[in-house]
């Protein structure tokens, strides 16, 4: 999905992260201009990318040539997964993914941007983004145990039981065990020490959710270069839209003593996520294929009437499929620390009539068969290897070629 909202345009994708869950994410992009840097927003707890706070930092950003991505942790939201399943370690780890994704698909994120529990999690994380600059966090608890006092009244039944359903925000979450041990186990301030990107801590006096005392604690753990800033009487939740843009433009000054390239005024921008172009090469059969700033070429074999200069498109549908699931196994067995060495994906597409094919629904119509087979190298047990196979039926672009699909296609006017 793509849309243009104060001179800032949106485009929705979903993330895999280590577990092989989809995780939803914006990212959003200054209109006509190519993005200084990109940063990445982790929301607070029980929160989504959607909070009206996050969206107003993130225009503030846009506005200022910076390009954001901000998404939901796994099992709040849109994205996929069970929020009962996830921790402070998770929420982490979900953090370091969607970097990943941004390095490969649009450019390594230079700003990392955390509110409330969200604030801590960049901290704990960031030293593992090798691209990070610069950390901002807002309302952030210089300990994530900070949001215990949040379901204090359960945890007795939490331990007699190992589980209990809190309301938080008026809304019912399931906390497990697990979820309470981990905060605990987390060393936020030997990561904030240690933490080598620029600081910037955002924090209202009259917070009355996380006190200014996580503000002070977290200044004095860390080194130079580090700076704070008042944010007055706003709330916790940054509920007023000026104060939410304020953090977003002071954000944005801060960091462009850090960022490490200079705006490029004027410069054309290829919409990342949805922004693929293809023209017409120098035969009817010959195309030209952008991606950001990759340009590759599409063809169809001599056989067909082509020159043969490049992949055809379903080569590209294949490649897309074949792809995804290679990074969504990768992904997986580093997280759960699964001995695979790599993974090879050979495909292969055809048409058969629905009546021969005996997985199809239709028995009447010619329908489209894709052939997947997946080599897994590795001294894996067959659990592993089951576990593994599973794990590709939730590679987003077989998801996008199993589900619904509606295409929108409209005529642009000539260009210039």
Not at 89 to 116: C, K, R, T
Not at 124 to 147: D, K, L, Y
Request: glycine content about 6%; aromatic content about 6%.
């Amino acid at each position: 999905m793509v849309c243009v909202s104060n001179d800032m345009k949106t485009s929705t994708v979903m993330i895999p992260n280590a577990d092989g869950e989809s995780l939803h994410a914006l990212i959003d992009v200054p209109d006509h201009k190519t993005p200084v840097a990109y940063a990445l927003i982790a929301h607070c707890f029980t929160c989504s990318a959607h909070l009206k706070a996050v969206t107003h930092i993130s225009e503030a950003l846009t506005a200022d040539g910076i390009g954001v991505v901000r998404f939901d942790f796994t099992g709040l939201g849109h994205s996929d997964g069970e929020f009962a399943d996830t921790n402070f370690s998770s929420n982490s780890q979900d953090i370091v993914d969607v970097a990943a994704y941004m390095e490969l698909n649009l450019e390594p994120p230079q700003l990392l941007v955390g509110h409330s529990l969200g604030g801590a999690a960049v901290l704990n994380v960031a030293g593992r983004i090798e691209s990070v600059r610069a950390v901002a966090t807002i309302g952030a608890p210089a300990e994530p145990a900070h949001v215990r006092k949040l379901f204090s009244d359960a945890e007795k039944e939490v331990e007699e039981k190992g589980v209990a359903t809190v309301a938080i925000g008026g809304r019912p979450f399931t906390i497990k065990k697990q979820f309470i041990e981990d905060l605990e186990r987390a060393d936020l301030p030997q990561q904030i020490a240690d933490l080598g990107p620029a600081l910037l801590v955002l924090h209202a006096p009259t917070d009355t959710i996380v006190g200014i005392e996580n503000a002070a604690k977290i200044f004095a753990s860390a080194k130079h270069p580090k700076s704070y800033v008042s944010l007055d009487d706003a709330d916790h939740l940054l509920s007023n839209e000026a104060d939410a843009q304020y953090v977003g433009r002071v954000i944005a000054t801060w960091f462009s003593r850090y960022q490490s390239r200079p705006v490029q005024d004027g410069a054309k921008i290829t919409f990342p996520a949805s922004g693929i172009v293809v023209s017409t090469g120098s035969s009817y059969t010959t195309d030209v294929l952008t991606a950001s700033r990759h340009h590759l070429v599409v063809d169809e074999p001599t056989s067909m009437g082509g020159s043969d200069l490049g992949p055809n498109p379903y080569d590209y549908l294949l490649a897309g499929l074949g792809s995804c699931t290679t990074i969504t196994l990768r992904m997986y067995a580093d997280r759960k620390k699964i001995p695979l060495e790599s993974v090879t994906v050979a495909l292969e597409h055809s048409r058969v009539h629905g009546k021969d094919c005996a997985e199809c629904e239709s028995d009447t119509q010619m329908v489209d068969v894709v052939t997947r087979s997946i080599n897994l190298v590795g001294n894996l047990t067959d659990e592993q290897r089951q576990s593994l196979l599973k794990i590709s039926e939730k590679c987003p672009v077989h998801r996008t070629l199993r589900s619904e699909t509606v295409i929108r296609t409209t005529l642009t006017e000539e260009a210039s």
